[in-house]
Structure formats: structure tokens, C-alpha cells
């Protein structure tokens, strides 16, 4: 396994980046779009800086979507039509992967043979797809998972549905077929390694990065005025999917036992929800008001649709602090983003989380989800202004090691060591070196 820093000599000319479920050009926020919508727009336009030409090939889920769209100079939204065009959730994804390669397969046919040097496939289903484009055209596969099912299914939220033996499956045939591995952190790494038997000369670690352009520190006071929260307010921020997986409910609970032990906190006290349903969430979208109520903090708990980047800064900006209690995350992007516009976060100690946010430092980190231990983590946020100060700028000068230009950078990387290996190729449920 490698943590990948510098560069080699070859880089790709043209990579196809598969994205099938979610599209780089949807809102991040809401439905399956997230961190990973992020993470490919960010990494795709700096390869493009990098001088590698980037196509996205992604599923149209409306029949006005463009068959291309530029992202960025460098970076095409391809729209590929796999079954209806809308109706489908990604659990439904699976059955319309045969028409997806086929539309991907036919583009390249388009082209004079070499069209593309490499594939790089984000999720489990896109490396479905991935594997095979990457074979019949005699390229590198390179694949970044974001979120793993055993993972998934070891830290389930109460009432979360577990994920599928099918992707389980699946992801095991995507890591035996691919190249290399790109890894968020080494902690992923070592569990692409324990559950699904990947290869040491296959795993490389990249850390994601923060657009430090849009997300950096700013007047609080002015963030405050533009989304109309009180200048005295202890804001305590959830931004992101609105699932079990995400945890807003143990913000929720937190801040019920955070008022019950110190009720003069309610006076000034704003819990800002910014996101939308997503994933198992969709079944029971107003779940989280109704907890609400049942809490008794309808006062300080205020919902929020999704936002573009820029207003989320502000957000940020706006906010006492960030807070993550999710049960899983692969990194954790928002926790970066936060801390670059000087922000501390409060997270759970899952995932990436741990290398996104310095305990102690740029925030504080929870073992566990009991709302007590959430409360106790929260309080000092909410009633030391020096303690969030000093974090906060602790949070900013952390969060500026995380530049995207050097997660391009490491990725190119990954894409050159590739370009010198033998392909790996897939032949029945076996894998064997061409």
C-alpha cells in the first residue's frame, strides 16, 4: 500500500470516470447526491488542470438532460439513457447496469481506438460497469468505493436497512478485477484489505480535498444577518443527507438532554438542519420533525432545504460548530469544508472522521451515539466562546493542508502507476493477470 504524495513521469491523456447513480451536476444534499458528487466534480477539474481530459459517465434521469454537458474546460458530463428515466431508486440500479455499459461502450466505439487511457469508477456500481469497459478496451481500472457494505452493516443506525448481499457481491468482484484501489484513508485501505481480501499492490491512499477557494473563514456577524440568525446564538449545524446513516436524530436527542440539564441555554440556543431526505430516509421524510416535536425543541430546531456551495459557506460560517454524528463515513467532506471556513466540528469517531477532525484541536470526537455523551461533547460549544475561537482557528489552519490540487495530484499518480502494470482481467468469477 502506498500514501501518495509525489509525482511519476506517465500520466493518462483521457480517463472515463463512471459515476452511474448520482451525477456531478445534481445538488449535494438530497436523494443519493452527497459527498461523492463533490468529491468527482472537485477531483475532475483539477485533473483537467493536470492536463488529463475527463468524460463523466453518468445516468440521464430526465429526458431534457443534454447527452453532454462541459463541467469545466477539460470535463464532460456524458448522460447515458438506462431504463426509465425516472421512478428508480439506486437499489434498482443493478437491473439497468447491462444498458449502462452499453452506452458507454458505444461512445468509445465512436471514437478511434485508445480513445480513453484509463478507467476510474466511483461506487460499487459503476465498478460493475468499469471492470468490463476497462477490459474490452484494454485499459487500467482504477475504483474508489466511497462506502463499503460490510462496513455499512457492521455500525447500522437503528431501524437502517442493512445493505444487500448483492452489493456485497458485487464490491468483491469490483476489487478482484480492478487495478488499484484508491482508499480516502489508510483505516479504508485496511478494510478493503480485511473484508474483501484486496491486495497490498492494489491500495493506495489519497486524501479527498476542500475547495479552499469557496469554503474559507469569513465575518460570522454577515453570515448571520444573510440567513437571519440571531448575532448572540450558540448554532449548533447539521448539514448533509437527511438518513439514519447521517445520525441528525442524535443531534435531536442531544439537544433535548443539553436543555433539559441546562435550560438557560434555550434562550439563545439554534439547531439549523440543512439537507434533504435521502436513501432509507425517503420512506419517512418527516420523521425528523416529528422528533422534534416529541422532544419539545420545535423552538431551537429549524429545517432547511439543500444549498448550492457558496451559501453553505455561509452556513458554516454562521455555525458555533458542526455536528456529524454519523454512523459511517468513508472521510467525511463536510467535516473539511466546515473547518475551512473556521468552523470546529463535532464528530463521531467513525471512518475518516478521526483524520478530518483533530480531537481536542480542531473539535472534539464521540465514541458512540448515546445522546448523553453527545450532550456533554456539545456543551462547551455552546457556553465557552474562547474554547470555540481558538478551535475554530486551529479548524482553518488544518483544513487549508486539504487542498484538492493535491488530491489531483495523488490521483494522476495512482493513474501513472497503473498505466506500467499488466491489466487485470476477469474470466468467469476468477480473477488472472493478463
Not at 439513457?81 to 461512445?107: M, N, S, W
Not at 448539514?239 to 441528525?248: C, E, S, W, Y
Not at 468513508?330 to 473556521?342: D, I
Request: overall charge neutral; charged content about 20%; proline content about 7%.
Amino acid at each position: 500500500m502506498q500514501t501518495l504524495v509525489g509525482g511519476r513521469s506517465r500520466r493518462p491523456r483521457r480517463i472515463a470516470m463512471l459515476s452511474v447513480h448520482t451525477s456531478p451536476l445534481h445538488q449535494p444534499g438530497t436523494g443519493d447526491a452527497g459527498g461523492m458528487n463533490v468529491y468527482i466534480v472537485e477531483l475532475a477539474k483539477r485533473l483537467a488542470e493536470l492536463n488529463i481530459e475527463v468524460e463523466v459517465f453518468t445516468r440521464a434521469v430526465c429526458s431534457d438532460d443534454a447527452p453532454t454537458v462541459e463541467l469545466a474546460p477539460g470535463v464532460l458530463v456524458r448522460h447515458v439513457t438506462a431504463g426509465p428515466y425516472e421512478g428508480l431508486i439506486k437499489e434498482d440500479l443493478p437491473a439497468q447496469l447491462c444498458a449502462f455499459t452499453h452506452g458507454v461502450l458505444r461512445t468509445e466505439a465512436g471514437h478511434r481506438p485508445g480513445h480513453y487511457d484509463l478507467v476510474h469508477s466511483h461506487y460499487w456500481l459503476s465498478g460493475q460497469v468499469g471492470w468490463l469497459a476497462a477490459q474490452r478496451w484494454g485499459v487500467p481500472l482504477v475504483h474508489t468505493m466511497h462506502t463499503m457494505a460490510k462496513v455499512k452493516n457492521a455500525a447500522l443506525a437503528e431501524g437502517d436497512s442493512p445493505e444487500p448481499p448483492a452489493r456485497v457481491i458485487g464490491e468483491t468482484q469490483v476489487v478482484e478485477a480492478a487495478d488499484r484501489l484508491i482508499a480516502n484513508t489508510a483505516e479504508e485501505a485496511a478494510e478493503l484489505a480485511l473484508h474483501y481480501a484486496a491486495r497490498p499492490d492494489q491500495l493506495a491512499v489519497v486524501h479527498p480535498g476542500v475547495n479552499l477557494d469557496v469554503f474559507r473563514p469569513g465575518d460570522q456577524r454577515a453570515a448571520r444577518s444573510r440567513l437571519g440568525l440571531p448575532q448572540d446564538a450558540a448554532v449548533l449545524l447539521f448539514a448533509g443527507r437527511i438518513q439514519p446513516l447521517k445520525a441528525p436524530d442524535v443531534l435531536l436527542r442531544a439537544v433535548a438532554v443539553l436543555l433539559d440539564r441546562e435550560p438557560g441555554l434555550r434562550e439563545r440556543l439554534v439547531v439549523p438542519i440543512v439537507g434533504g431526505p435521502s436513501g432509507s430516509g425517503l420512506a419517512k421524510p418527516e420523521s425528523l420533525h416529528k422528533l422534534a416535536a416529541e422532544l419539545g425543541i420545535t423552538d431551537v430546531v429549524r429545517f432547511h432545504p439543500p444549498v448550492g456551495q457558496d451559501r453553505l459557506a455561509d452556513w458554516y460560517r454562521a455555525a458555533t460548530a458542526l455536528v456529524m454524528p454519523s454512523y459511517s463515513e468513508s472521510f467525511g467532506l463536510v467535516a473539511l469544508e466546515a473547518q475551512a471556513c473556521g468552523t470546529p466540528v463535532v464528530a463521531a469517531a467513525v471512518g475518516g472522521l478521526p483524520v478530518a477532525v483533530r480531537d481536542g484541536v480542531t473539535g472534539t470526537l464521540v465514541a458512540g451515539h448515546d445522546p448523553g455523551d453527545w450532550a456533554r461533547a456539545l456543551k462547551p460549544y455552546a457556553t465557552e466562546p474562547g474554547l470555540v475561537r481558538d478551535r475554530g482557528r486551529a479548524a482553518a489552519r488544518h483544513a487549508a493542508e486539504f487542498g484538492w490540487g493535491a488530491a489531483a495530484a495523488g490521483t494522476a499518480e495512482v493513474y501513472a502507476g497503473s498505466l506500467g502494470r499488466p491489466a487485470a482481467r476477469l474470466t468467469g468469477s476468477r480473477l488472472r493477470l493478463a
